[in-house]
T-cell receptor, first 113, second 112 residues
């Protein structure tokens, strides 16, 4: 068990809808990362937060947004969902801002119908 | 050319075999190299974490980094059916943002 908790495990929703994915990092970790994993693209970095502030952005669509709260948990909001957004969404955490190994949760499987 | 290339396999070996998994990369700024193991329906689990060139051993696993060739390897000795999983290499340049670049993963199956 990595200590990173993600909810929900599965989410099925329709196109055009909005969903929120939640992540609780390992105890003591200040950085939270969001990754998207699909069969054709592999693991793609979306965004990083460190101690409540955005630190880095990857290939995150404008329809997606995230935030990290004072208690360090994070939420990833996906809106105007499209069929192509169906994927596994992973949260990871680390102690510092960078050069730390990441510890992943077990992901949220999103299916858009 | 992708930043990180990894043969997707699948790779099938008999129990007890030595497994060699490899990744090549193009960005010479990468300094930190990792191997993750991912079981079906689970998140990636950190296996090995190395800095710069050289070898690092942990039990049946050995990670090897050759920065001059931009090539990293993971060796698994005495492979077990429980090693059956997808193995992902990952690397980063050591900047202030921990943005790992992942390979697409190699699916390994160890047959009893």
């Amino acid at each position: 068990d990595s200590g990173v908790t993600q909810t929900p495990k599965h989410l099925i929703t329709a196109t055009g809808q909005r969903v929120t994915l939640r992540c609780s990092p390992r105890s003591g970790d200040l950085s939270v990362y969001w990754y998207q994993q699909s069969l054709d693209q592999g693991l793609q970095f979306l965004i990083q937060y460190y101690n409540g502030e955005e630190r880095a952005k990857g290939n995150i669509l404008e329809r997606f947004s995230a935030q990290q709260f004072p208690d360090l948990h994070s939420e990833l909001n996906l809106s105007s969902l499209e069929l192509g957004d169906s994927a596994l969404y992973f949260c990871a955490s680390s102690r510092g801002q960078g050069t730390s190994p990441l510890h992943f949760g077990n992901g949220t499987r999103l299916t858009v119908t | 050319q992708k930043e990180v290339e990894q043969d997707p396999g699948p790779l099938s070996v008999p129990e007890g075999a030595i497994v060699s998994l490899n990744c090549t990369y193009s960005n010479s700024a990468f300094q930190y190299f990792m191997w993750y193991r991912q079981y079906s329906r689970k998140g990636p689990e950190l296996l090995m974490y190395t800095y710069s060139s050289g070898n690092k051993e942990d039990g049946r696993f050995t990670a090897q980094v050759d920065k001059s060739s931009k090539y990293i390897s993971l060796f698994i000795r005495d492979s077990q059916p429980s090693d059956s999983a997808t193995y992902l290499c990952a690397m980063e340049n050591g900047g202030s943002q921990g943005n790992l670049i992942f390979g697409k993963g190699t699916k390994l199956s160890v047959k009893p």
